[in-house]
C-alpha cells in the first residue's frame, strides 16, 4: 500500500481502494455506438469522484504553500482535487522531481468551488516526486485539498477508443453541450507527437462568454506528463475551449467527451471549429 506524506503536517495519505469509480462508453462520431458494442469497449475511469470521502483533506489558506511527497516508488499518479464551500478557488500546481526540474505545472481558477470544483490526474513516471499546491487567492478564500494515490489506470488508455482532435500551435477548439450534460472529461496529449512539450489553455464559458473555469497548463512532455481533467457543466449551456499557446510545431492531440448525461438517446454537442470525441462517462 503506497502513501503520500504531507509535509507541511503531521498527517499522511494512504492509498486505499478507489470508490465512486465510473465507466467510460464510447460513442461512435455522429451517431451512437450500439449498446453491444459500447458495453465491448467500456473501460475504467482514471478518477475517483468520491475522494473527499474516502480520502484525508488539507485546508489550505490564501497565499500558503502545501507540499506533498509522493513516497513509493510504484506510484505512477496521483489525483488532485479541490473544493470549496462555494467561494472562488484559484491555485497554482506543480509537480516537482528535484529542485530544479518541473515537468508539469497548472493553474487554476473556478468561480465556485462547490458547484463545479476541481479533480485531476497528475502522472508522476519519475522518482523523487512532489506535488506543491499554493492557493494565490487572499486570506478570506481556502480551500481543501486532496493528493491521493487512488490506484487507477492511465487517462489515456482509459480514452484509447475515444477519437481526438489535433489541435495546432495557435488553434483553438471549441465544443458547446448543452443543459443534459452534467460534466465532461478533457484529455491533451502529445503520444502520437513525440515527446513535446505542451502548453495550452482550456476555458469553460457560459453565456456571453462568461469564464466559469480554466486550466492554464505546461508540460515538457505532452507524453510522459498528459492532462487529465473532468469539468462540470451544471448551466444549461456552456463551451469549453482548448487553446494551444505553443507555436506551430508543438501540436497536441485533445480528447473531450461527455460525461453523466440525463439523455444518451438524444444528446448531440454542437461543435465549432473541431469534431467532437464523443463518450460518456457512467
Known amino acids: 500500500m503506497s502513501m503520500l506524506l ?3 503536517g503531521a498527517s499522511a495519505l494512504v492509498a486505499g481502494p478507489a470508490g465512486g469509480r465510473a465507466a467510460l462508453s464510447p460513442v461512435a462520431r455522429g451517431r451512437r455506438m450500439a449498446p453491444v458494442a459500447a458495453a465491448a469497449a467500456t473501460a475504467s475511469s482514471p478518477l475517483d469522484f468520491g475522494v473527499f470521502k474516502s480520502q484525508p483533506t488539507t485546508r489550505v489558506e490564501g497565499d500558503t504553500l502545501k507540499t506533498w511527497d509522493v513516497g513509493a516508488t510504484s506510484t505512477e499518479r496521483v489525483q488532485l482535487s479541490l473544493q470549496s464551500t462555494g467561494r472562488p478557488v484559484k491555485a497554482d500546481v506543480q509537480l516537482w522531481t528535484t529542485p530544479s526540474y518541473i515537468p508539469s505545472k497548472f493553474s487554476v481558477y473556478t468561480e465556485d468551488g462547490n458547484l463545479r470544483p476541481i479533480h485531476a490526474v497528475i502522472e508522476t513516471p519519475i522518482h523523487p516526486k512532489t506535488v506543491a499546491v499554493y492557493n494565490t487567492n487572499a486570506g478570506e478564500f481556502p480551500f ?38 452534467a460534466s465532461v472529461a478533457v484529455l491533451l496529449s502529445s503520444a502520437e507527437m513525440g515527446e513535446r512539450n505542451m502548453k495550452a489553455l482550456i476555458e469553460l464559458t457560459s453565456g456571453p462568454n462568461q469564464v466559469k473555469q480554466f486550466f492554464e497548463i505546461y508540460c515538457s512532455s505532452g507524453y510522459k506528463n498528459p492532462f487529465y481533467a473532468v469539468i462540470q457543466t451544471p448551466d444549461p449551456a456552456t463551451t469549453i475551449r482548448v487553446i494551444n499557446q505553443n507555436t506551430v510545431e508543438f501540436p497536441f492531440e485533445a480528447k473531450v467527451v461527455e460525461c453523466d448525461v440525463a439523455d444518451a438517446a438524444g444528446s ?9 470525441s464523443g463518450g460518456l462517462l457512467r
Open 6 to 8: 504531507l509535509l507541511s
Open 144 to 181: 481543501e485539498a486532496c493528493v491521493a494515490d487512488t490506484g487507477l489506470g492511465k487517462a489515456k488508455e482509459a480514452l484509447a477508443s475515444f477519437e481526438g482532435t489535433l489541435v495546432q500551435g495557435g488553434a483553438i477548439r471549441s465544443y458547446t453541450f448543452g443543459g443534459e450534460v
Open 268 to 276: 448531440q454537442p454542437e461543435m465549432g471549429g473541431a469534431s467532437f
